[in-house]
C-alpha cells in the first residue's frame, strides 16, 4: 500500500507532466513561428540591421499572438484528447467536463465578472508598484485582428486553461492528496504562468475560485464559464458604457469593490446551497 508521501510524490509528477506538454507546446509554437518569419522578414528588408530585424520581429510577433494562441488550443486539446484515447480513457469524463443547469450557467458566469470586478477596485485601492503596472500592462495588451483576440481571450483561453489547470493539474493532484493541497499547488502555478506578479496574484485568486466552482458545479463547464465572464469584463462594461453613457472605469473604487464582493459573496453561497441540494442535473446547457 502506498504512502501518502508516494501518493503525493506521483500526483506532482503526472501534474507535472501535464503541465510540461502544456508548456513545451505553446512554447514550442512561438519558437517556429518565430524562426519562420526571421528570413521572410530580412529576404525583404535586407539592409536590416541586427537590432532592427529584432524589433520588427517583436512588432510581428505581438500581432501574431492572438491567432498563435487560437493554433496553439486547438494542437493542444488534440494532443490531450489523442493521449486520452491511447490510454483507453476519456478526457471528458476524466476533467468532468459535462452540461449542467441553467442557474449554475448564470451564477458561474456572472461570479466569474463579478470577480474582475472587484479585483479591478482593488487595483484602484491598493498602491502598486509602477513597475508592476507597466509589467501587467504589457502582458495584457494584444495586437491583430479583433476576431482573432476575441477567439484567444474569451473561447480559446478559458477552455484549454481549464482543461489543463483545473480539469488535469487539479484533478490529478487530488487523487493523490488533500483537495486543498491540490487547489492551492493548482492556483499558484497558473498564477505564475501568467508572467507578470499583478496577473500573478489576481490570476491566483481566480484560480482559487475557479477550483470551487469546478467543485460546486462538479462540471469543468462550470470554471470555463466563471474565467469567461473574468475575461469578457471589459468588453461587457465597453457594451454597458455606450448604452447608458457611463464609463465604468471612473465610477468609484469604493463602492465598486463593495458591489462587487457582495455580488461574489452571495453567488458563491447560492453554488454551494444548489450543491447541497444535488438535484441539479435536470434542464441542460
Known amino acids: ?39 521572410v522578414i530580412l529576404s525583404q528588408n535586407p539592409e536590416m ?54 442557474p449554475f450557467v448564470m451564477l458561474s458566469f456572472f ?30 495588451s494584444f495586437y491583430g485582428p479583433v476576431l482573432f483576440i476575441i477567439l484567444a481571450v474569451v473561447v480559446c483561453a478559458p477552455i484549454l486553461e481549464e ?3 483545473r480539469g488535469l493539474i487539479y484533478t490529478v493532484l487530488k487523487r493523490h492528496s488533500a483537495a486543498w493541497i491540490a487547489a492551492l499547488i493548482s492556483a499558484v502555478v497558473f498564477g505564475a504562468v501568467h508572467g507578470n506578479m499583478l496577473q500573478a496574484i489576481y490570476a491566483g485568486v481566480m484560480g482559487l475560485v475557479c477550483v470551487y466552482v469546478y467543485e460546486m458545479t462538479e462540471s469543468l463547464l462550470g470554471s470555463i464559464l466563471l474565467h469567461v465572464g473574468f475575461n469578457v469584463t471589459h468588453i461587457i462594461n ?16 469604493i463602492p465598486v ?22 438535484n441539479m442535473h435536470e434542464i441542460y446547457i
Open 1 to 39: 500500500m502506498q504512502s501518502k508521501v508516494g501518493r503525493f510524490f506521483i500526483g506532482i509528477m503526472l501534474a507535472a507532466a501535464a503541465f510540461l506538454v502544456y508548456f513545451l507546446v505553446s512554447n514550442g509554437i512561438s519558437i517556429v513561428i518565430l524562426f519562420s518569419i526571421s528570413p
Open 49 to 102: 540591421s541586427q537590432q532592427e530585424l529584432q524589433i520588427k520581429l517583436m512588432e510581428v510577433f505581438e500581432a501574431l499572438v492572438p491567432t498563435i494562441f487560437v493554433l496553439t488550443t486547438i494542437i493542444l486539446v488534440i494532443i490531450f484528447y489523442a493521449f486520452f484515447i491511447f490510454i483507453n480513457k476519456n478526457l471528458n469524463e476524466y476533467t468532468r467536463l459535462k452540461k449542467i443547469q441553467w
Open 111 to 140: 461570479l466569474g465578472y463579478a470577480l474582475n470586478m472587484a479585483s479591478i477596485a482593488v487595483m484602484e485601492l491598493v498602491p502598486i508598484p509602477e513597475t508592476w503596472i507597466e509589467d501587467h500592462d504589457q502582458h495584457t
Open 163 to 165: 482543461v489543463v489547470f
Open 238 to 253: 465597453g457594451i454597458i458604457g455606450a448604452l447608458i453613457g457611463v464609463r465604468f472605469d471612473s465610477l468609484p473604487a
Open 257 to 278: 469593490l463593495l458591489v462587487s464582493g457582495i455580488a461574489t459573496a452571495v453567488m458563491m453561497v447560492l453554488l454551494f446551497n444548489m450543491n447541497k441540494q444535488n
